[in-house]
């Protein structure tokens, strides 16, 4: 097991070589020094390198090609949700215009078969643990607790889709969730989302179909179109 020391070293050596790789001073397709000239370059041991490659290699930034070297990857194809991370924290926890319009994009596509499953499959008191997510969300005292009630509350909706895959897919993204909805709700304050989300839960207890489709969509639109778009 590392220690402490052992693991921070390691971080800021990946974090040194992802903030290169995502600055653009190391373009995709660029092969990077051995990793004995990294170990001199940046006054880490042999260990740290090879943990740290393998760890990049794990999130998409680099490709370990054996007998030839490390290479750049093209990270946004071959990226994991670690590498949104990733380069959210490079951007001083901000999302910029092309990620927010993803994530709304993403949501846009997925989230009206999620609530067609969840109206499909879950029982009237599986749909009642939504209602006390939602209370929950509606006494937050602080956007920080706002966002992580809202974000439990969607995960739960994903989590009654009975689609396992993609409520994995959602928890995987709820720190980046919880940024945007921060972003929003400093803009525009709690009502929307509030508005929204009660209506959502509505709409799934009367197991109305077309109109919570139409509902989820038009509250990604929000962060994208007028007044109170954030991009």
Known sequence: MLNSSTASVR???????????????????????????????MSVSLTTVNTGLRELAAKGFVEIVPRQGVFVADYLRHGTPDALVSLIQFNGGQLGETEVRNFCEARMAID??????????????????????????????????????????????YQLS????LALIYYSTIPHQKIMYKTFMEKNGMSHVTENAE????????????????????AMRLPLEGETAII
């Open 162 to 165: 009975g689609n396992s895959f």
């Open 199 to 218: 209506e959502v839960y509505r709409l799934l207890k009367a197991r109305n179909i077309p109109a919570v489709r139409q509902c989820l969509i038009d």
């Open 112 to 157: 009206p078969n999620i609530a067609e499953w969840v109206i499909c499959r879950a029982s009237d008191d599986e749909l009642d643990t939504l209602g006390e997510l939602l209370e929950i969300f509606r006494h937050s005292k602080s956007i920080d607790e706002a966002c992580d009630a809202i974000t439990r509350f969607f995960h739960a909706f």
């Open 11 to 41: 971080a800021r050596f990946v974090r040194d070589l992802e903030d290169r790789i995502l600055s653009g001073a190391w373009k995709v397709g660029t092969r990077l020094p051995t990793a004995r000239e990294l170990c001199e370059q």
